[in-house]
């Protein structure tokens, strides 16, 4: 006698379906698998007990599938919650680059990534108004027009960006029955 793979799960499953197989008198090894709950595990039995762990794991699977299908139609608001993920992602991303593009790079850059062309020369004339400032007039009124024209190009970008992508919606608490 041998043992045979039955099935395959991914990490995060592993636990619960060698416990349903153990549950019924099936002794189950998992194999394989890794750091992160997306990587496959393969389920291992006895070739004696593979037919009925093979049954328990197709009901297994048709049960979560029926389930996953039930909630699905119970509501649209899981593509719209993946789509406001994937929105909040974009506006962190976009929001964070603004932000470096001000500090690190200046003269409205902050806002020449936001799409505001207008502001972001403004911001840049007064940058170099400040740095003339602080090289032949008034070093502090020049300091405080650099560090102001950056300030605002943070600011101002992070704000621009926040409302083109608007308040992403929070998914709806549902719960399970």
């Given at each position: 006698?041998?043992?045979?793979?039955?099935?395959?799960?991914?990490?995060?499953?592993?636990?619960?379906?060698?416990?349903?197989?153990?549950?019924?008198?099936?002794?189950?090894?998992?194999?394989?698998?890794g750091?992160?709950?997306?990587?496959?595990?393969?389920?291992?039995?006895?070739?004696?007990?593979?037919?009925?762990?093979?049954?328990?794991?197709?009901?297994?699977?048709?049960?979560?599938?029926?389930?996953?299908?039930?909630?699905?139609?119970?509501?649209?608001?899981?593509?719209?919650?993946?789509?406001?993920?994937?929105?909040?992602?974009?506006?962190?991303?976009?929001?964070?680059?603004?932000?470096?593009?001000?500090?690190?790079?200046?003269?409205?850059?902050?806002?020449?990534?936001?799409?505001?062309?207008?502001?972001?020369?403004?911001?840049?004339?007064?940058?170099?108004?400040?740095?003339?400032?602080?090289?032949?007039?008034?070093?502090?009124?020049?300091?405080?027009?650099?560090?102001?024209?950056?300030?605002?190009?943070?600011?101002?970008?992070?704000?621009?960006?926040?409302?083109r992508?608007?308040?992403?919606?929070?998914?709806?608490?549902?719960?399970?029955?």
């Open positions: 006698m041998g043992r045979v793979r039955v099935g395959s799960c991914n990490v995060a499953n592993a636990a619960s379906v060698r416990a349903l197989l153990e549950a019924h008198g099936i002794a189950a090894t998992t194999v394989g698998g750091p992160y709950a997306s990587f496959d595990v393969d389920v291992w039995v006895e070739s004696a007990d593979a037919e009925q762990a093979a049954a328990l794991l197709a009901e297994l699977d048709h049960s979560a599938t029926a389930t996953a299908t039930a909630t699905d139609t119970d509501s649209d608001t899981d593509s719209d919650s993946s789509d406001s993920i994937e929105l909040r992602l974009q506006r962190k991303r976009h929001v964070g680059v603004a932000i470096l593009l001000s500090c690190f790079i200046t003269f409205g850059t902050g806002h020449f990534f936001a799409r505001s062309f207008f502001r972001g020369l403004l911001l840049s004339a007064l940058e170099i108004t400040g740095i003339a400032f602080a090289a032949h007039g008034d070093p502090k009124l020049g300091l405080v027009m650099i560090f102001g024209a950056i300030a605002l190009d943070a600011v101002g970008s992070t704000l621009r960006l926040r409302a992508y608007g308040r992403a919606a929070l998914p709806i608490a549902r719960t399970h029955r």
